[in-house]
């Protein structure tokens, strides 16, 4: 059901942004900021990527749960599509293009001080 809603809100989100900008060319950047619940991010990021892809880019899997993957809180994950004017005809073709450029990143909080209290 998560897999379903993600799709066709992700789609819809590219499809604005391409019909609405004044030249949708191709090697045209768009950042799209989504904020989510880790239970989210992994769902998309499993069904996007394979495992072997996940593992070399440092992800780990929680053997006490089925080897679910770990998003780490606060992270950041990049993930990248290629939009094209054929996009606008076929949409599905938006996530085959999927590439994860940056999992579970969490360097922005290496410099916060922890305080036990």
Known sequence: ???SWLQESIL???QFILKH???PA???NYNV???SHAGIIRTFVEKLFPVELLKTMGAQFDVTRKNRLIIPNSSV???EFELTEESLQH???ILKSAKLIDYGNVSHLEHIA???D
Do not use: A, G, K
């Open 12 to 14: 819809q989100d590219l």
């Open 91 to 93: 949409p599905e073709s």
């Open 77 to 79: 994950t990049v993930i």
């Open 26 to 28: 191709e090697n045209t």
């Open 33 to 35: 900021l989504v904020v």
């Open 1 to 3: 059901r998560t897999w």
């Open 21 to 23: 900008s004044e030249s």
């Open 114 to 116: 922890l305080h036990d």
